[in-house]
Nanobody, 120 residues
Framework: QVQLAESGGGLVQPGGSLRLSCSASRSILSINAMGWYRQAPGKQRELVAR???????NYADSVKGRFTISRDNAKNTVYLQMNSLKPEDTAVYYCGADLWADASDQPNYWGQGTQVTVSS
């Protein structure tokens, strides 16, 4: 029902910034919510930030004040602006689409992921 493609990952020094992009194959206005998730080595995949079709957002406590999720409806793209990056932010970052307003807020579809490495 939707294909997702992430871009923007890379290697950055602590304190630096990156902007991740997630392009969807359909209008994001027709998707209940989209989010960014990450999985670090040896860790479970965790929610980083989420934005719903009305623009409401929520964030993991660990990234509040540093990361901002946003969307460009005309481009069918969701962004994650990451500032003040820390080594602990190192992970594979995945874009997820939660298509339906149902009992689960977990994504139904995932992108392939993009690596973010924060290291000096």
């Amino acid at each position: 029902q939707v294909q997702l493609a992430e871009s923007g990952g890379g290697l950055v020094q602590p304190g630096g910034s990156l902007r991740l992009s997630c392009s969807a194959s359909r209008s994001i206005l027709s998707i209940n919510a989209m989010g960014w998730y990450r999985q670090a080595p040896g860790k479970q995949r965790e929610l980083v930030a989420r934005i719903d079709s009305g623009g409401g957002t929520n964030y993991a406590d660990s990234v509040k004040g540093r990361f901002t999720i946003s969307r460009d409806n005309a481009k069918n793209t969701v962004y994650l602006q990451m500032n003040s990056l820390k080594p602990e932010d190192t992970a594979v970052y995945y874009c997820g689409a939660d298509l339906w307003a149902d009992a689960s807020d977990q994504p139904n579809y995932w992108g392939q992921g993009t690596q973010v490495t924060v290291s000096s």
